[in-house]
């Protein structure tokens, strides 16, 4: 569904900018954040095995013959974003 909304402001009118406030809170948390946000719920059995697995990542890329840096941001993203998919996948 599309919709198409044109709001004129009177800047003069202190109320009616804040109930307009109001309506395009309403319209952006309603129609426009649900389709940018995905929400994963996570208990703490599951963070602990994708802990422990990301030990395990660790591990084998320590035992590779030129690693990856194991601390830089990068590595733990990429591992993050692995989880991420996993999960995603689940929740479907």
Same mark, same amino acid.
């Given at each position: 569904m599309l919709v198409k909304t044109v709001i004129i402001l009177d800047t003069d009118d202190l109320k009616g900018?804040? &109930?307009?406030?109001?309506?395009?809170?309403?319209?952006? &948390?309603e129609y426009i954040l649900p389709r940018h946000m995905s929400t994963i719920t996570l208990n703490k059995f599951k963070f602990i095995k994708i802990i422990k697995q990301f030990a395990r990542e660790i591990k084998k890329e320590q035992r590779r013959k030129h690693p990856q840096d194991i601390e830089s941001i990068l590595f733990c993203k990429y591992y993050a974003d692995e989880v991420w998919k996993e999960i995603q996948i689940e929740k479907e």
């Open positions: 900018v804040k &109930n307009t406030k109001k309506i395009v809170d309403h319209i952006y &948390n």
